[in-house]
């Protein structure tokens, strides 16, 4: 008899704000590479928007300093979430 697997996190929230999680045996199936594509996306999206922000700080007037922090907070929460999903995976391998 093999262990079920950890539910995994996926990379959006539900209702208030609460963790979705996915539970399966099949890590290939549409919810999991919807997951997938969704985690690549809010990485690079992350990646993207912190070259922006090493560009705009020397020189950004505070209106775009702030919406710029809250971006970052938004792109900080979704890389750790993939962060967080991705290490219970692996920890789920061993």
Known sequence: MTTPREPRLLP???AEGKPCYL???DGGGPVSRLADTT???QLGMGAELLAHARDLLPRAPHGELRYLAERLAEALADALRVAES???RIRGLD
């Open 12 to 14: 959006w929230s539900g």
């Open 23 to 25: 539970i399966t045996d």
């Open 39 to 41: 985690e690549s996306t």
């Open 86 to 88: 991705r290490g219970r």
